[in-house]
């Protein structure tokens, strides 16, 4: 099992900014993708940023430009700065990886921008 845990939520006002950490620990045995999704109350889960191991990026049109996704593979950790944060940005953001195929989530953590 891998565990996945997220910090760094909270409230923040429109044109602000926020970072969001994820550290995996747990049985290891290669974090391949690892990246961040967010969930809307009444919406879909969505994909925000994913990074390969190598560091190769994609984004969501929604937030190109504007979130940028970083991990550090010795420490397990998967990173995402978020700036020029919009009310539209407020959701439950939520860390996965891939553990040599198999998924794992985080538990979730709330991210709120008031205009």
């Known amino acids: 099992q891998v565990q996945l845990v997220e910090s760094g939520g909270g409230l923040v006002q429109a044109g602000g900014s926020l970072s969001l950490s994820c550290a995996a620990s747990?049985?290891?045995?290669?974090?391949?993708?690892m990246g961040w999704y967010r969930q809307a109350p009444d919406k879909q889960r969505e994909l925000v940023a994913t990074?390969?191991?190598?560091?190769?990026?994609n984004y969501a049109d929604a937030v190109k430009g504007r979130f940028t996704i970083s991990r550090d593979n010795a420490k397990n950790t998967v990173y995402l700065q978020m700036n020029s944060l919009k009310p539209e940005d407020t959701a439950v953001y939520y860390c996965?990886?891939?553990?040599?195929?198999?998924?794992?989530w985080g538990q979730g953590t709330q991210v709120t921008v008031s205009t």
């Open positions: 990074i390969t191991r190598p560091g190769r990026t």
């Open positions: 747990g049985s290891i045995w290669r974090l391949n993708t």
């Open positions: 996965n990886a891939d553990n040599y195929g198999v998924d794992y």
